[in-house]
């Protein structure tokens, strides 16, 4: 039916995929249509499909491309995730927009502001954490955030505000979840002697770590390589890593279901 | 003084690895010598060798390439691995003897006699599996093994045959250990969602799938994989991985360390 | 119009993927309908499909996945592809039938018959090499195959029968194409110092080992290997991409366009 | 003789590997010794060494890892890998000045001074262009440098500088090679259809991407990656691959053999 839709209104059809999970029965669509084809605007074509959305009993969302998201990216005081995602977006690679960058250390400014992107210093007072992430969600809701990527930010955000950005705030962990969430990550692999290292991106909820997983990767290690090895050859993974699973979120190419996402790239 | 002992006789080195562990101190040699540079037995080498190692507190082996290992597979009714095993052994790329194979069920028996190699039917009583377990060391003994091969055998063998074979019995695990120990981990990796999904090759110990890590590879899956998808793509996984380890392992190329391996290859 | 004939017939969709190539603008798609939901029989839905079709000026198939594909496998003295294969085939994870293997040596006769299945040693005269290509050509034609794997074959087929079997003759070449095509590929590889070696697995046409790309995959080497280790680490490349490619084959998932493919895997 | 020679005089060796070329006969060592166990000055080091060295007939060099190499970054209008290696540098990833950068553009200017580092626009007449590799020359010898890094240059090298610099000019080139040299290998490998493309980072010879390859690697494109997208999936495997070899260069793990090299990483 969407597709009926669809032509029964002159659009065109630039892509499209489906996938049904066989074990919950739920059936998820992804169409991307040419905007110049359909006489709607954003507005009136979600009026126009929101009837046969309800009687299908769909769960859906329209965006339109031609509208970059805004994303604010948090970061602490390593620099290679937030060094490769301005890179990026420099370079043209995500199409967004970075409102501004937070960190509760003030060591990357020089960087961000080359980039000419503000730079908010929000420092946190490990006694009471409640006023950085207050100015935090300040931030988030003054700059109308679409969506928050924690780019190795390293503090763990209210359960409030994982719940007012579910599936809007996309973290980096330096493990191959589930292995190694928490602390240290690379130091518990190299406690274990695993033969493989890796990142996994993954949307932020309340329970740490344990968020539905967007897309991961590893690298090969040996014996040679000690824990600060680990962490040189892991932050390569985890910058290819995030920068992908973002790419696919500001694409609309990532659907939830319960604690798994449908990326369909 | 292992290359001065070798070439105070005349020796020639063919292949030689060190390592050393930073956080031990350790120090981990691997030398191969080109056995007619030599104007000893083996029996001799070692006389000849042995207050060098004592003098300088070495945990120290020799063995002789031109002897190859006794192996015994031990599988159950999944055959990948075992078939895999076989084939390689087949074509010479696995330089061992395989005296038998011992499996707690029969269908594997054709397969195995085709390979001219003797099938042990030894059934598990599921109320009493000691008596399986006594035949199971009985004929690893009878057979003089010097490793075992758990190619996905399913079951947990005593504490005391894993001690008396200590680094000796090499097991395939199918998941990226530490993640999904125990059963069904593809299950468990396709409840989690994760992007990868792999397996892990390591010695075995009275703690399940807690024993040293010998090697460990990975394969993309997606939102599409059903778990009965990721058994299938699974498999190719944990036979490359067993026989990689196995090869290591028969060319006496990883030395263990607590809970870790060295692997000079 | 696709899926409209489909729906207004009641036939429901259990996987479909599009693609549009935008240097040509060909548009590519792929249906699978769930055959009970449909009041037709084959030949029925293929007629009442027929003007459809034919009005937009499709390049069209349907077929049958309760009927699986016949396919004759060919090999030469080299077993690993082979027997990879027909372990794949006796373990249910190609579906298809395997009327006979055909092979210029009496080599693997054992390892056929022990899958039941007939093995034909048809000689190569190398003064005159066309009583073998016509008896091979008489053997496909009486069984009916609708797919040929050369799993490492080593002779080239004539003209006339790449012509006659154009997409469902599939080879194994055991390099990255378009590097290395012809003889000893490995030894191609060995010579100019490549650190990846690859396999490619592709559709057979008159030119050598230029035909439409199926799939590809690489292994890591080092200064370390001879060609020979080459050879043997190669082999598990080999192995892998060719049965994933004859896989998707089988499946119907691959269309050509020009000398390239698409694949909806 | 190497290792008796070094703790004859009390020195330590923190890491060896040694590799015989088994074709040619030739026998690769690398060393690494502690300084501060030898009662030598380099100079000194490199005398009392001399004769055992010139004995033996070896090829050999010893440098001083306290002294870093003096490297210069020439790039083009494309980024991606200058930026990679800034920041790598900046990171303290890289162990080695960067006296300046040159290019035959302006562009990249503002990110080169952001990391303090001059940079030279050396314009390129296309008329004659002797004059820019004159003072290109210059630049080089000014700085004394002990490396150049053509970090996607898209000039031609004269001769004489590729003499003069034999094995310390080390450039990314874009393609798998041997596949797809020269210009446009993205376009060049799209028109072929392969499903991998892939960066090889080598030393310049006189002969056009046909040096001593150091590093390769690959990533997965699909029939839905148009140039555009292979150009963009590439910069991820050209940037790695030139940062890895580079790094392997700096810290002298690479031997060259005729038009192969000997990795000890």
Same mark, same amino acid.
């Given at each position: 039916?969407?597709?009926?839709?669809?032509? *029964?209104?002159?659009?065109?059809?630039?892509?499209?995929?489906?996938?049904?999970?066989?074990?919950?029965?739920?059936?998820?669509?992804?169409?991307? &249509?040419?905007?110049?084809?359909?006489?709607?605007?954003?507005?009136?074509?979600?009026?126009?499909?929101?009837?046969? %959305?309800?009687?299908?009993?769909?769960?859906?969302?329209?965006?339109?491309?031609?509208?970059?998201?805004?994303?604010?990216?948090? %970061?602490?005081?390593? *620099?290679?995730?937030?060094?490769?995602?301005?890179?990026?977006?420099?370079?043209?690679?995500?199409?967004?927009?970075?409102?501004?960058?937070?960190?509760?250390?003030?060591?990357?400014?020089?960087?961000?502001?080359?980039?000419?992107?503000?730079?908010?210093?929000?420092?946190?007072?490990?006694?009471?954490?409640?006023?950085?992430?207050?100015?935090?969600?300040? =931030?988030?809701?003054?700059?109308?955030?679409?969506?928050?990527?924690?780019?190795?930010?390293?503090?763990?955000?209210?359960?409030?505000?994982?719940?007012?950005?579910?599936?809007? &705030?996309?973290?980096?962990?330096?493990?191959? !979840?589930? *292995?190694?969430?928490?602390?240290?990550?690379?130091?518990?692999?190299?406690?274990?002697?695993?033969?493989?290292?890796?990142?996994?991106?993954?949307?932020?909820?309340?329970?740490?770590?344990?968020?539905? &997983? &967007?897309?991961?990767?590893?690298?090969?290690?040996?014996?040679?390589?000690?824990?600060?090895?680990?962490?040189? =050859?892991?932050?390569?993974?985890?910058?290819?890593? !995030? *920068?992908?699973?973002?790419?696919?979120?500001?694409?609309?190419?990532?659907?939830?279901?319960?604690?798994?996402?449908?990326?369909?790239?």
């Amino acid at each position: 039916m969407v597709s009926n839709f669809i032509s *029964s209104h002159g659009g065109s059809i630039s892509d499209a995929n489906q996938h049904t999970d066989s074990s919950t029965g739920w059936f998820f669509m992804r169409v991307e &249509i040419n905007a110049a084809t359909l006489p709607f605007s954003l507005e009136e074509l979600k009026a126009a499909f929101s009837p046969i %959305a309800q009687s299908f009993n769909m769960d859906w969302n329209i965006s339109d491309s031609a509208v970059p998201k805004k994303v604010i990216l948090m %970061a602490s005081r390593e *620099s290679h995730c937030l060094a490769d995602l301005l890179y990026r977006y420099h370079e043209g690679e995500l199409d967004c927009e970075i409102p501004c960058v937070i960190s509760n250390h003030d060591d990357l400014r020089s960087m961000v502001e080359w980039h000419n992107i503000p730079y908010h210093h929000v420092p946190v007072n490990k006694e009471d954490k409640q006023p950085h992430f207050d100015e935090v969600a300040r =931030l988030i809701r003054e700059n109308k955030a679409d969506t928050v990527v924690l780019a190795r930010y390293m503090q763990i955000l209210p359960s409030d505000v994982c719940q007012e950005y579910a599936h809007r &705030i996309i973290n980096i962990h330096h493990s191959f !979840l589930p *292995s190694f969430a928490g602390a240290k990550p690379y130091h518990q692999a190299h406690e274990r002697g695993v033969k493989l290292i890796g990142a996994t991106c993954h949307y932020v909820t309340e329970e740490l770590d344990a968020g539905p &997983i &967007i897309d991961q990767d590893v690298i090969r290690v040996s014996h040679r390589d000690a824990p600060e090895e680990m962490v040189r =050859l892991g932050r390569d993974v985890e910058k290819n890593v !995030l *920068s992908r699973g973002l790419r696919w979120h500001l694409e609309d190419k990532i659907l939830v279901q319960g604690n798994k996402t449908v990326v369909f790239n």
